[in-house]
Nanobody, 130 residues
Framework: QVQLVESGGGSVQPGGSLRLVCVASGFKLGEFAMAWFRQAPGKDREGVACISNVDANTYYGDSVKGRFTVSRDNAKNTVYLQMNNLKPEDPDVYYC???????????????????????WGQGTQVTVSS
């Protein structure tokens, strides 16, 4: 059974940092590109970052470039999202996701489309408040 479990969310002040963790089970995380999304109430799910499984490439949404870093540890079946310089507009529920067909050969150009990910975690809440 494919399962993704996120953790690491919490409440920080503006400018603070958090590291989100996504642990996969039921499949080998190293065989797939992995993506992070976020979603605010009433808004569409937004692609935040994607990390390839076939090369060292990473990709980021425009709103987080230079502040967020995605990484993976295939031996631990885990993907991370380091979030620095958090801003008041960053609070959302953050999800990790993948797809057994569309993300098997790296991050597609359309990786930010949430409809292209089939497997999702339950999400972890990030709050930024002074």
């Amino acid at each position: 059974q494919v399962q993704l479990v996120e953790s690491g969310g919490g409440s920080v002040q503006p400018g603070g940092s958090l590291r989100l963790v996504c642990v996969a089970s039921g499949f080998k995380l190293g065989e797939f590109a992995m993506a992070w999304f976020r979603q605010a109430p009433g808004k569409d799910r937004e692609g935040v970052a994607c990390i390839s499984n076939v090369d060292a490439n990473t990709y980021y949404g425009d709103s987080v470039k230079g502040r967020f870093t995605v990484s993976r540890d295939n031996a631990k079946n885990t993907v991370y999202l380091q979030m620095n310089n958090l801003k008041p507009e960053d609070p959302d529920v953050y999800y990790c996701a993948t797809d057994p067909i569309l993300l098997i050969n790296g991050c597609r150009p359309s990786w930010q489309n949430p409809r292209e990910a089939e497997a999702w975690g339950q999400g972890t809440q990030v709050t930024v408040s002074s």
